[in-house]
């Protein structure tokens, strides 16, 4: 396994859904510093002595910029696990963008 810089941030988005959450508790557990982005208004956010929750939408740049604003010179490593999910045989218009 490749070692990471200890000053490594792990941006995690869709923090909140159940792939995500897993992934933040994870990495808490190992002690990483991990950046939850969460959709707003989101009631169950990941917790953890080395989270920070940031509020936005992958879908919109500006919405998320401030996390990236937010790690300076620090390495990075981005966990992408926001989705969409449903059950509907129909087209939502969120899938079209």
Do not use: W
């Not at 988005?13 to 557990?29: C, D, I, Q, R």
């Not at 917790?47 to 879908?59: D, R």
């Not at 300076?72 to 989705?83: E, L, M, Q, Y």
């Amino acid at each position: 396994m490749e070692k990471t810089d200890p000053q490594t941030i792990y941006i995690v988005t869709g923090a909140a859904g159940h792939l995500g959450s897993a992934v933040v508790e994870t990495l808490n557990k190992q002690e990483k510093t991990v950046y939850a982005v969460c959709l707003p208004g989101e009631k169950h956010t990941p917790q953890g002595m080395n989270v920070k929750i940031f509020f936005g939408n992958v879908c919109n740049i500006e919405s998320i910029s401030v996390v990236f604003d937010a790690c300076c010179d620090k390495s990075i490593i981005v966990i992408h696990c926001a989705g969409i999910v449903t059950i509907s045989s129909q087209t939502i218009k969120r899938f079209i963008m």
